[in-house]
């Protein structure tokens, strides 16, 4: 055989492995996507209301720190983003560390819902459940930990009922919205009229957000992830971290049309919440009244929530004890990323046990 026909029959059986390769690809990526269990961390729903399931997590320990600890999502997407499977679970690594875990998932609201605002998300459902973790845990306070949206939520009812609180974790939550960031230039007045568009949806259609969140890092979102998928397809690992992530993402769900519309209107628009100027049901919103124990966790390469959005936070509260830790990941990756949990999270459960004693 001919060096020239050995090296064009070498050509030939790697492009018939690249095809091989890219097929399979295709076929787990998008095509037929195998089913992949998230949020599997053993837990019991302990309190119900609407569409909201408070779930508590099984101690793993022989008896955890006393004061448990609550975790609020966002209204956007699922919670289970913070129990994405094992190994990538924010509530498995606190849970190793003693503490006492329960997690609102916020369920999925139907047009019934869409009159919901943040006085009944605050005021109501946070408040209920709070009330309900004291008394299943016997603590008279606890702690809470909001992410994202539901960070900037936590803030709002850590300075309404400062004396529920006795320690307040924000991760990447928004409080001044008049910071440099696409997702508020696009909810800035001139941009979005939030009125009509609620007044024609109801609800806030999950596709509505999907796209928007996709368009903000298009390479990466529609090209870059499948082009690393299709290098790592024959990494079992990679392959169900990537798939479990792709569940998440794609799980979207809407948003009561009503909370998104104050949140908008209230927040990016006329950032009331930094200017001191919020009232929930008449009652002002003022974070001078948060004293408790704060940790400020900000991603330092956040694209949804600017870094400047967060640091803010711990300029406008008056508690003595407040810390800001700013780690090198994005938005999601402050969550599941293997280095976050590795590193920054076991330190998270050290500055919590701390203070939960």
Same mark, same amino acid.
């Given at each position: 055989?001919?060096f020239q026909?050995?090296?064009f029959?070498?050509?030939i059986?790697?492009?018939?492995k690249a095809?091989?390769k890219?097929?399979k ?7 037929n996507?195998?089913e992949?269990?998230?949020g599997?961390t053993p /837990? ?8 909201l399931?408070l779930l /508590?997590? /099984?101690p793993v320990v022989?008896k ?21 499977r ?5 509530v498995?690594v606190?849970?190793?560390k003693?503490?006492?875990i ?8 139907g047009?019934?819902?869409r009159?919901?605002?943040l006085?009944?998300y605050?005021n ?5 459940v ?5 008394k299943?845990?016997?603590?008279r306070?606890?702690?809470?930990m ?5 960070g ?7 300075a &309404?009922y400062?004396?529920d609180?006795k320690?307040l974790?924000?991760m990447t ?5 008049k910071?440099?960031g696409?997702l508020n230039?696009w909810?800035?007045?001139s941009?979005?009229?939030v009125d009509?568009f ?8 999950p596709?509505?957000?999907q796209?928007?969140?996709? &368009? ?11 082009v690393?998928?299709?290098?790592n397809?024959?990494?079992?690992q990679?392959v169900e971290?990537?798939?479990a992530?792709e ?6 769900i ?8 104050e949140f908008?209107?209230?927040?990016y628009q006329e ?5 001191n100027?919020?009232r929930?049901?008449?009652k002002l919103?003022?974070l001078?009244?948060i004293t408790?124990?704060v940790?400020?966790?900000i991603?330092?390469h956040d694209h949804l ?11 406008l ?8 830790i700013?780690?090198p990941?994005? /938005?999601?990756?402050l969550?599941?990323?293997?280095k976050?949990?590795?590193d920054?999270?076991?330190?998270v459960g050290d ?7």
């Amino acid at each position: 055989m001919s060096f020239q026909s050995s090296y064009f029959e070498s050509l030939i059986r790697e492009a018939e492995k690249a095809k091989q390769k890219f097929e399979k690809s295709l076929e787990l990526a998008l095509l037929n996507p195998p089913e992949v269990k998230v949020g599997i961390t053993p /837990h019991e729903v302990v309190f119900t209301e609407n569409k909201l399931r408070l779930l /508590h997590y /099984h101690p793993v320990v022989e008896k955890p720190y006393p004061v448990p600890l609550i975790m609020i999502f966002a209204l956007i997407n699922r919670p289970y983003i913070l129990d994405l499977r094992p190994g990538r679970s924010v509530v498995e690594v606190l849970l190793k560390k003693g503490i006492d875990i329960y997690l609102i998932d916020w369920g999925v609201p139907g047009d019934e819902d869409r009159h919901l605002n943040l006085d009944y998300y605050i005021n109501r459902y946070i408040k209920k459940v709070v009330n309900r973790v004291k008394k299943l845990s016997g603590s008279r306070q606890v702690s809470i930990m909001g992410y994202c949206m539901g960070g900037t939520m936590s803030a709002m009812y850590t300075a &309404l009922y400062p004396e529920d609180v006795k320690n307040l974790i924000l991760m990447t939550a928004g409080i001044d919205f008049k910071v440099d960031g696409m997702l508020n230039v696009w909810g800035d007045k001139s941009n979005f009229d939030v009125d009509k568009f609620v007044d024609a949806f109801g609800n806030v259609p999950p596709e509505f957000l999907q796209v928007g969140f996709l &368009l903000m890092k298009p390479i990466q979102n529609l090209v870059s992830k499948y082009v690393s998928f299709y290098e790592n397809i024959d990494n079992e690992q990679f392959v169900e971290n990537f798939l479990a992530m792709e569940k998440w993402i794609n799980d979207n769900i809407p948003v009561a049309g009503e909370v998104f519309r104050e949140f908008v209107k209230y927040c990016y628009q006329e950032n009331l919440l930094v200017e001191n100027k919020l009232r929930i049901n008449g009652k002002l919103v003022d974070l001078r009244k948060i004293t408790c124990s704060v940790l400020n966790l900000i991603a330092e390469h956040d694209h949804l929530v600017p870094p400047a959005s967060s640091l803010v936070f711990t300029d406008l509260i008056s508690s003595k004890d407040k810390e800001t830790i700013i780690y090198p990941t994005g /938005h999601i990756g402050l969550a599941v990323s293997s280095k976050s949990l590795k590193d920054l999270w076991p330190r998270v459960g050290d500055w919590l046990i701390e203070r939960s004693k």
